[in-house]
């Protein structure tokens, strides 16, 4: 019977007692956990992006570069920034 992976794993760990090796397995495994929290996040941003409300504006940002995001939000953020001032202003009065 062939065996998993994880028992080829587990008998590489138990054979090893170099402690850069396991030091450098400790480093792969960390590495791992991270990169499926980040696939993970990734996936869930993925899924909700066009929900809603943020449809139309998914429809039109999608197609913009790394920079024109970076732009577009500078403006969104003024726009909101904006219309909180006017607003606290109007219930200052």
Avoid: H, W
Avoid at 10 to 30: F, G, H, K, P
Avoid at 57 to 77: G, H, I, P, R
């Amino acid at each position: 019977m062939k065996k998993s992976n994880l028992s080829n794993f587990r008998d590489l760990i138990d054979e090893c007692e170099d402690m850069d090796m396991l030091e450098s397995a400790q480093l792969v495994l960390t590495d791992l956990l991270e990169i499926n929290k980040i696939k993970n996040k990734l996936l869930t941003l993925e899924k909700n992006i066009s929900l809603g409300k943020r449809a139309p504006f998914y429809f039109f940002a999608s197609s913009l570069s790394e920079d024109e995001v970076v732009y577009a939000a500078e403006k969104v953020n003024g726009k909101i920034r904006r219309i909180r001032e006017r607003m606290e202003k109007e219930k200052n009065k």
